[in-house]
């Protein structure tokens, strides 16, 4: 049994399983959320479209911000935080609520 468990096309990312997820050989998408977070609530949707449309070219993950403290190793202070990895290091930050097109377009500068 895997230690990354899928929710529709994103991954569901812990404490435990986040270095496996980011360290992928594959361009790595974290929504770092809550669950009284409204912004949050109006991203999900937003993630999902965009696992759906990388699927096989990037790995598109949340994580919960409240549950999980790994979002304090990369500064993130506010949410919704997305993160972007590559080759495990962070190269792209959006901070709070975006359109679709700002996370697809920078998730697709690093596949």
Do not use: H
């Amino acid at each position: 049994m895997p230690l990354i468990k899928t929710t529709s096309m994103t991954v569901e990312i812990t404490d435990d399983t986040f270095d496996e997820v980011i360290t992928s050989n594959k361009p790595v998408m974290i929504d770092f959320w809550a669950g009284w977070c409204a912004p949050c609530k109006v991203l999900a949707p937003i993630i999902d479209g965009v696992a759906k449309d990388v699927s096989g070219d990037a790995i598109v993950g949340k994580i919960d911000a409240d549950k999980y403290m790994t979002g304090g190793r990369f500064g993130v202070r506010n949410i919704p935080t997305v993160l972007i990895f590559k080759n495990g290091q962070v190269v792209d930050r959006l901070v709070g609520l975006k359109q679709a097109s700002e996370y697809k377009q920078a998730l697709k500068k690093v596949i």
